[in-house]
């Protein structure tokens, strides 16, 4: 009796406690999610500046804006033809071979499936509890927190009984990513949200938070062969993961496109079920190259080198000092849409300075001031505080939760930009642009960006998402 107890005691600490918890398996990678090239879970700046979040006791809060990104997500349908396809070399060898050695053996555990277990409901969503294995990165759950502190954050911007309505781009893991906001900003509130939809359609117009997508004289692939210099600068950085894997695994043949997708693989996975056990088949260094790659890519495809990015962001800056100037009576002006949203309004709002000094093709430029991962991972945002100390108004930006002083006007309380300062720094930035005409923007499609105000005067134009 007494031995029984004993072996089935020790059955469980075996058991227990040679397969980790999630939490666990989170921690010990938590040191990689800087590195994750924009894909990461939400996560704060590095480098972050040592600022009080708090205003100055002497300040008052005039009004916010908050520009965001979804949370975590599944990889689109055609990122993850990619990136199943190196599941399946993986998997086709272990049939063959009947196992795997070395960094790739935990494909040897039977229970071990590909992370997308049902394509019709997952590909391009954002992570929910109903869609995945829940862990702290799902981004159902960190959509509801961050609407949660949000409010205790800026909740007393807003009257008693009010109903805010914010808006969303017109794909499901950014409106969902609103929803969960909202619930978690009116969990403990008499508030409510309505989140009205904005068309991701070129027939938007001006009218819209993907300004991008409208604009016919923007080509995302302009730069592509300047790109392709780099990624051929790296293949002996892929062949070395590609030799390293076939070493431990005589036969085992990944192709070059097999090996590029590791590192998507790794990011997704870790997106989805909280770590990801192919995040420990790269080295630091690999992650380095890659994360560099991930910010370049976006960089000469969304940013600065594009032509006419600085006209498709200037929608945006415009717009953001419209609310600040003509306000439409709302002192919580939300949005959401996506990275290449965001990122491309960055290029004007702050690196505007390195037009002529693009991020390097040559060498990793580790100084580079734009880093994806530092700006958009998952759930990434942007807020705009607007406030007044003494008689003067000022505003700054909060970036993922730090401060982010302008590097060319910081002089006030709260290392923020005096509002006059902001207002002729941005039109010095949009001067000579024009979206409708760098555009090309038909005139049968809106010619001006409206929805902030026109929503309460038309209450059919914009659809609500429920
Ligand atoms: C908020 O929405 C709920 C559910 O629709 C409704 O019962 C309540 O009256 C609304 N509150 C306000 C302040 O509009
Ligand atoms: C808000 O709603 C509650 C409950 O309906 C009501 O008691 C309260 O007076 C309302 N506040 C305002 C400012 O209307
Ligand atoms: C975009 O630029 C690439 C590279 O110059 C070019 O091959 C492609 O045709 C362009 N696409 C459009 C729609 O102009
Ligand atoms: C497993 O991989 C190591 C290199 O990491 C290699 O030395 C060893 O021979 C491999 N074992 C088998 C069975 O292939
Ligand atoms: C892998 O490639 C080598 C050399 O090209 C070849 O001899 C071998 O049969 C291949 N292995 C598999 C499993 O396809
Ligand atoms: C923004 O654009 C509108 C035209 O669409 C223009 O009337 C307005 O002056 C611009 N605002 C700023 C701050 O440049
Ligand atoms: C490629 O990498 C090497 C060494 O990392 C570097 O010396 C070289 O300048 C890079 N660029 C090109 C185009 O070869
Ligand atoms: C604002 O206050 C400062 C000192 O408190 C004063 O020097 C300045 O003239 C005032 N400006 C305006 C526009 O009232
Ligand atoms: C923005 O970049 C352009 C191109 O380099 C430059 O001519 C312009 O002066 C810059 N604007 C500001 C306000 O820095
Ligand atoms: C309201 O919006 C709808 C849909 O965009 C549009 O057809 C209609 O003309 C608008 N009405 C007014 C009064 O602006
Ligand atoms: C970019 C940045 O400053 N990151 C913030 C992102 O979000 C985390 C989580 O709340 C913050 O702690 C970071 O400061």
């Known amino acids: 009796m007494q031995l029984q107890l004993y072996i089935a005691a020790a059955f469980l600490a075996i058991t227990c406690c040679s397969s980790k918890s999630i939490a666990e ?8 999610l800087p590195y994750l090239g924009g894909s990461s879970p939400y996560m704060p700046m590095k480098n972050k500046r040592f600022i009080d979040l708090e205003l100055p006791e002497t300040c008052k809060l005039n009004s916010v804006q908050l520009s965001q ?18 599941y399946t070399s993986v998997e086709s060898y272990k049939k063959k071979v009947g196992a795997l050695n070395g960094s790739l053996s935990f494909f040897n555990d039977d229970q071990y499936e590909y992370f997308v277990t049902d394509e019709d409901s997952q590909l391009g969503e954002l992570t929910k509890v109903s869609n995945s294995r829940p862990n702290k990165y799902t981004g159902e759950t960190c959509a509801r927190e961050f609407g949660y502190d949000f409010y205790h954050r800026y909740g007393s911007l807003l009257n008693d009984n009010e109903t805010l ?24 509130t008499n508030n409510n949200i309505t989140i009205l939809v904005i068309s991701e359609d070129a027939s938007a117009g001006a009218n819209t938070l993907t ?25 002996a950085t892929l062949k070395g993961i590609q030799t390293r894997l076939a070493d431990e695994n005589p036969g085992l043949n990944l192709t070059i496109a097999n090996v ?11 997106n989805v079920k909280g770590f990801s056990e192919m995040c420990n088949v790269l ?3 690999e992650f380095t190259m890659f994360d560099y790659e991930a910010s370049l890519d976006h960089y000469y495809s969304y940013m600065n080198p594009t032509p006419n990015s600085a006209a498709v962001a200037s929608l945006l800056l415009n717009n953001s000092i419209e609310l600040l100037t003509r306000s439409n009576g709302n002192k919580l002006n939300l949005a959401w849409h996506h990275d290449t949203d965001i990122n491309n309004f960055l290029s004007l709002a702050l690196f505007n300075e390195t037009n002529n000094n693009y991020m390097s093709l040559d060498e990793i430029d580790f100084w580079f001031p734009f880093r994806r991962e530092d700006f958009t991972p998952m759930g990434g945002n942007i ?8 008689n003067e108004t000022y505003v700054r930006y909060i970036i993922n939760d730090s401060v982010y002083p302008l590097n060319d006007c910081n002089n006030g309380p709260g290392y923020g930009c005096k509002l006059d300062n902001f207002i002729e720094r941005a039109e010095a930035l949009m001067s000579g642009l024009d979206f409708i005409t760098d555009c090309e923007i038909s005139s049968e499609y809106p010619q001006e960006l409206t929805f902030w105000w026109d929503y309460k005067t038309n209450s059919t134009a914009y659809e609500t998402f429920a």
Do not use: W
């Open 69 to 86: 990104r979804h949370f975590s997500r599944y990889p689109t349908a055609s990122a993850n033809k990619l990136i199943k396809a190196l």
């Open 165 to 188: 309505t914010v808006f969303a781009s017109d794909s499901d893991r950014v409106k969902d990513t609103a929803k969960y906001f909202a619930e978690g900003f009116t969990q403990s």
């Open 283 to 285: 080295t630091r260094d």
């Open 260 to 270: 590029e997708n590791i590192y998507d693989y790794c990011s997704f996975e870790l």
């Open 383 to 390: 807020i705009l505080e607007d406030y007044t100390c003494g």
């Open 25 to 32: 398996l989170q921690k010990e990678q938590e040191y990689i």
């Open 211 to 235: 300004p991008y997508k409208s604009c016919n004289t923007f080509n995302s692939t302009y730069n592509d062969d300047l790109l392709d210099t780099f990624f051929a600068n790296r293949s």
